[in-house]
Structures are given as structure tokens and as C-alpha cells.
């Protein structure tokens, strides 16, 4: 089956423990997405990837990094977590490079607090 | 800015009735517009695409209207039904990077 999967679905942490959150896509797309959705603010692009090893910064790309070592994956780190991070994460990838005619798949999501 | 708005923020119908959910965009000059549905605890699933040179796109129950010029955007749901109770959100794609989401509305069918 298609589909963007992403791990863990639910993460409780404390302030400054570094996280990983990982995604995962099995329809060979070149583009790559993370997007976190507030409550009042819709979603907003936090980083994206064209291809393997190029990544570049979307709206909100405080306090995030990302690697793009492979095709399929797409990890966001949290190197030191902070409350105003508490959000809910959204993975999406495109066929192209440059998605600019067709639909981004998008994962389930991973609902992150921060104590 | 390029901004992304959906009014209302809750719709409330009774099972049965067609409805229609707006979506206005600040700039005309788009790639595309797309209609997603959310579903709690689940991810975003893509209902329609409509393409800058394309006035409206259809899948079942579902029509969405695109008008550049006023900057609008429509999605009708026909007959409508419990299971279609979910957040719809509208996105405009300005740029080949540049994806900007509406806040979504609300919907709920009472049976």
C-alpha cells in the first residue's frame, strides 16, 4: 500500500531531551515535506526536501533540523525541545522535485507535547 | 502576505442537504488550489486539485469552484452524510515551495 508513515504517533518529553521524529515513504517520491498544525494558525511548512541530500527551510524552521540521507526518509530532529514546540507534526511527500501540478500524500501525524 | 482564509471556522447541517465551504486567497497568481480533508487522529487526505487554468474539478459528491480573478474558491458536498463530518482545508500552492494552508472549517452532519 502507498502511504507515509510516520513514528512515533504520540511523544511525551521534557524540555531540552533530543527527539527524532521519523518519516518514511514508499512511493519513490523526490519531494518531501514537515509541517506542524497549531491550534488558530493552520499548518505551516517547516522543512522540505527536493531529493536526496537537499533540504532547505520553509516557514517556521526554528529550533528543527532534518537529513535527507535517503530517498524514502525524511527525519525531523528536535535537538533540544522547548514547550512552544507542543504541536501536532504532519510528513507529506510529492512525486516531483518541484511539486507544483500534483497532490502531496501526507502521514497520520505525531501529536508532541513538551513538559 | 500570502494568506489563505476559510470562513466559517464550524459549519453545523442536518444529513441530506447540499453545502458549500469557502476558501479566499490573497494572491492570483497560483499554481493550484487543493482541497484536503482531516479526520482526528488521522492524516490530511487530498480531495480535489483544481489548476491555475482550470475552473472546477469533480469526484463523486464533491465540486470545487476556482475563480482567480476574486480570489475564491468553493467546495460543494452534495447530499450529505454523517461520514462526511471532518475538517476541510483549503491550500493554495503560490510557488514550487510555497504551499499555504487555510485554517479549515469544521463540518458536522447531524443524522
Known amino acids: 500500500e502507498a502511504q507515509v508513515t510516520q513514528n512515533p504517533r504520540y511523544l511525551i518529553t521534557v524540555t531540552g531531551k533530543k527527539l527524532t521524529v521519523t518519516c518514511s515513504q514508499n512511493?519513490?517520491?523526490?519531494?518531501m515535506s514537515w509541517y506542524r498544525q497549531d491550534p488558530g494558525l493552520g499548518l505551516r511548512q517547516i522543512y522540505y526536501s527536493m531529493n536526496v541530500e537537499v533540504t532547505d527551510k520553509g516557514d517556521v524552521p526554528e529550533g528543527y533540523k532534518v537529513s535527507r540521507k535517503e530517498k524514502r526518509n525524511f527525519p525531523l530532529i528536535l535537538e533540544s525541545p522547548s514547550p512552544n514546540q507542543t504541536s501536532l507534526y504532519f510528513c507529506?511527500?510529492?512525486?516531483?522535485?518541484?511539486?507544483?501540478?500534483?497532490?502531496?500524500?501526507f502521514g497520520p501525524g505525531t501529536r508532541l507535547l513538551v513538559l | 502576505k500570502q494568506e489563505v482564509t476559510q470562513i466559517p471556522a464550524a459549519l453545523s447541517v442536518p444529513e441530506g442537504e447540499n453545502l458549500v465551504l469557502n476558501c479566499s486567497f490573497t494572491?492570483?497568481?497560483?499554481?493550484?488550489l487543493q482541497w484536503f480533508r482531516q479526520d482526528p487522529g488521522k492524516g490530511l487526505t487530498s480531495l480535489l486539485l483544481i489548476q491555475s487554468s482550470q475552473r472546477e474539478q469533480t469526484s463523486g459528491r464533491l465540486n470545487a469552484s476556482l475563480d482567480k480573478s476574486s480570489g475564491r474558491s468553493t467546495l460543494y458536498i452534495a447530499a450529505s452524510q454523517p461520514g462526511d463530518s471532518a475538517t476541510y482545508l483549503c491550500a493554495v500552492r503560490w510557488g514550487a515551495q510555497k504551499l499555504v494552508f487555510g485554517q479549515g472549517t469544521r463540518l458536522t452532519i447531524n443524522p
Open positions: 512511493m519513490n517520491h523526490e519531494y
Open positions: 507529506a511527500s510529492s512525486l516531483l522535485a518541484v511539486p507544483r501540478g500534483e497532490t502531496q500524500y
Open positions: 494572491d492570483s497568481a497560483i499554481y493550484n
